[in-house]
């Protein structure tokens, strides 16, 4: 699977838009980007996915470079709440291949 | 979106007793489930695939015989940790996965032998 990096931590001002940065260099034509954040002692949520289009849903952005060796998750209107380890993973698609593999993550802190 | 949850959310157990943990895949049904265990300040690590109706797929160096995992249903997947030690006491996650493409995880469940 391919690897992604991401940077350990950044911050956010409350009502910002955070952008959260994943470089996955070696990713192959048909796997997905996906994203899920881990809030302080809770399971992990599932925030977004996309495999070549830009990808919008009610929570997130997720933008996705022409050559897919990047993306960037785009929360527009950050919160409190929102402050929490921001996950990028690579997942290829089919039977046999869904098991996600986590890294360190982003650690987003959203300052009042 | 789908909803996972996970009994109990915390437990306390004496050394060498068994724990059991439940998953439920609460508003979908859910052919495959994983098990994943967090040590404080760590990311999350695999331990095993759990598919209904079939034998778990353990990650390398995940005893099975120590970690059992029964899906017997297709909304349902269970965790016993059998004579758990202190060396146990970890955050032990599910997730279940959703139209065959993604993951929804649990709220957690805190294990504390002592």
């Known amino acids: 699977d391919a690897k992604t990096t991401q940077p350990p931590s950044m911050d956010c001002a409350e009502g910002r838009a955070a952008n959260l940065p994943c470089n996955h260099s070696?990713?192959?034509?048909?796997?997905?980007v996906y994203w899920y954040r881990q809030i302080h002692s809770q399971g992990p949520q599932y925030i977004i996915h996309?495999?070549?289009n830009n990808e919008t849903n009610e929570m997130a952005s997720l933008i996705i470079t022409e050559d897919r060796k990047s993306s960037t998750l785009i929360l527009p209107h950050a919160t409190l709440r929102d402050t929490a380890v921001y996950y990028c993973?690579?997942?290829?698609?089919?039977?046999?291949?869904?098991?996600?593999?986590f890294g360190k993550g982003t650690k987003l802190s959203v300052i009042p | 979106g789908a909803v996972v949850s996970q009994h109990p959310s915390r437990v306390i157990c004496k050394s060498g007793t068994s724990v059991k943990i439940e998953c439920r895949s609460l508003?979908?049904?859910?052919?495959?489930m994983f098990w994943y265990r967090q040590f404080p300040k760590q990311s999350l690590m695999l331990m095993a695939t759990?598919?209904?109706?079939?034998?778990?797929?353990?990650e390398q160096g995940v005893e099975k015989d120590k970690f059992l995992i029964n899906h017997a249903s297709l909304t349902l997947s269970t965790l016993t940790v059998t004579s758990a030690h202190p060396e146990d006491s970890s955050f032990y996650i599910c997730?279940?996965?959703?139209?065959?493409?993604?993951?929804?995880f649990g709220p957690g469940t805190r294990l504390l032998v002592l």
């Open positions: 997730s279940a996965l959703a139209g065959q493409q993604t993951q929804y």
């Open positions: 070696t990713i192959s034509g048909n796997e997905y």
């Open positions: 996309g495999l070549k």
């Open positions: 993973i690579v997942r290829p698609p089919g039977a046999g291949s869904y098991q996600l593999t």
């Open positions: 508003d979908f049904q859910a052919t495959t």
């Open positions: 759990s598919n209904e109706g079939s034998k778990a797929t353990y």
